[in-house]
């Protein structure tokens, strides 16, 4: 397996043209085994914010998407993490049950899970960390549910989850979903979370009225239309939507059609 590693002697201001010239490689079998046992001697945790601080770098450089070698090593870093965490979706499942009884928050969550592994599989990334955080992300809701910290949501579920190992990248994300916890929404999974959590709500409302109460029904054209209509599902805040998108830089009329298509494609066990 090959394994990026990031170099300490990177110079910040290069600009380089040429990408073969760009200051990270690919270790391999037969290098050096002092560069090999750099890498493997550090943590998971290191090792995903060195090969982030290089993705991010890439981006800033070429701004055409990710190399995929380095995309590739950055999923298998994150799932090993998880591994060693033993930080796994049915163990969150079990955690989201177990502070939620409501049936509709439980469905709510999976149908953000649902919306949320969709664009993990778009963009490549964890698709179990992502279902992680989109389980957890309003699990203490129901005991929790005012906003005011440190006992309100998500500030304590944040805290149960720092109590049960989860790390900070996971409940950062978490934290960020909801904007009065002043957590800015930086990485990739903030944002996606985010951009799914009030259209997800949304497109719900909008298939119980269609005449078989069924996601199947349910269109782009008709989300638009009901988003104009300020008495329909009240407290889903179109705003929060029209951001969502915005933040994730995609036309809001694709990204409506996304999350439908995702909720359709599992409609059945979703029971929508």
């Known amino acids: 397996m090959k ?3 990031y ?3 990177l110079n910040h201001e290069s600009r380089p043209e040429d990408r073969s010239k760009w200051p990270f490689r690919f270790l391999k079998k037969g290098d050096d085994d002092s560069d090999i046992g750099y890498w493997l001697s550090k943590t998971p945790e290191e090792r995903l914010q060195a090969i982030e601080i290089l993705r991010q ?3 800033e450089l070429f701004h055409d998407g990710i190399e995929p070698r380095l995309q590739k090593v950055f999923t298998i870093v994150k799932r090993q993490r998880c591994k060693e965490m033993k930080m796994n979706r049915n163990d969150a499942w079990e955690l989201l049950c177990e502070f939620t009884q409501s049936e509709s928050l439980r469905k709510h969550a999976l149908a953000v899970e649902t ?4 664009y993990a599989k778009k963009f490549g990334e964890d698709e179990e960390l992502w279902s992680v955080v989109a389980l957890l992300h309003d699990f203490d809701y129901e005991k929790y549910p005012t906003s005011d910290p440190p006992d309100g949501h998500p500030f304590k579920g944040s805290q149960i989850l720092a109590e049960k190992g989860y790390p ?4 950062r994300a978490i934290l960020s979903h909801a904007d009065y916890t002043g957590v800015a929404r930086e990485s990739l999974l903030e944002k996606v979370l985010f951009a799914c959590d009030e259209l997800c709500g949304f497109i719900t409302a909008v298939a119980y009225v269609r005449p078989t109460k069924s996601v199947r029904e349910v269109e782009v054209k008709s989300v638009r239309k009901k988003m104009k209509d300020k008495a329909f599902a009240a407290k889903v805040s179109r705003e929060d939507i029209i951001k969502g998108a915005q933040e994730l830089g995609m036309d809001l009329d694709k990204h ?3 999350v439908i298509g995702a909720l359709q494609e599992k ?4 029971q929508l």
């Open 3 to 5: 394994i990026a590693r």
């Open 7 to 9: 170099l300490l002697t």
């Open 57 to 59: 770098q890439y981006f």
């Open 115 to 118: 919306a949320v592994t969709a």
């Open 168 to 171: 900070e990248d996971v409940r």
């Open 256 to 258: 409506i059609g996304f």
């Open 267 to 270: 409609a059945e066990t979703l």
